[in-house]
Nanobody
């Protein structure tokens, strides 16, 4: 199972960006997908997450500005970021809780995976 993140970049204050994260591989079910971010010297923090049934949660700092969504396969998630602020500058990481498929009759497991980080820089 692999996670491929894309969509970061440089944007002006108040602008928008959309991040994408795709889960690929032998998958039975993607249970949850989320975006975290980290700045130097600070812990990685949850930005937004979405469950397989579409329930989403957000950090207070991004509510009303960011929207997480997923496609019908539940293996592709988007983070639409609007009204970006300087404090949104960080490396953003995609996270997924996945039940891989190991073959007929195999026991399901839940495994957490991380994608590579993508830099988001908001210029003032």
């Amino acid at each position: 199972v692999q996670l491929q993140a894309s969509g970061g970049g440089l944007v002006q204050y108040g602008g928008s960006l959309r991040l994408s994260c795709k889960v690929s591989g032998s998958i039975f079910r993607t249970n949850y997908m989320g975006w975290y971010r980290q700045v130097p010297g600070k812990e990685r923090e949850l930005v937004a997450g979405i469950t397989n049934d579409g329930s989403a949660d957000y950090a207070d700092s991004v509510k009303g500005r960011f929207t997480i969504s997923q496609d019908d396969t539940k293996n592709l998630a988007y983070l639409q970021m609007n009204s970006l602020k300087s404090e949104d500058t960080a490396v953003y990481y995609c996270n997924a809780n996945v039940s891989p498929y190991y073959g007929p009759g195999s026991k399901l497991r839940r495994i957490e995976y991380w994608g590579q980080g993508t830099q988001v820089t908001v210029s003032s």
